[in-house]
């Protein structure tokens, strides 16, 4: 692929993976491939099914922060 070759907005799409990816690869996730324990599985499915949900705005409110 020839850079002189390639449009404006394809250029721009280049650029925009090429950071995604350093971003990618600058932050990560630090749990990526570790395996879940069996009492935190339970507890995501039993929240999961539960129809109690919390809003953003609930949740930050009850942690005392502004939105």
Known sequence: M?????STEQLKELVRGLVDDRIRE????PD????????????????L???NRL???DLAE??????
């Open 2 to 6: 020839e850079l002189s070759s390639l």
């Open 26 to 29: 600058l932050i990560g996730d």
């Open 32 to 47: 990526l491939g570790l395996q879940l324990g069996d009492s935190l599985r339970a507890r995501l499915k039993q929240s």
């Open 49 to 51: 099914a539960s129809c």
């Open 55 to 57: 809003s953003g705005e």
């Open 62 to 67: 009850g942690l005392g922060l502004r939105w």
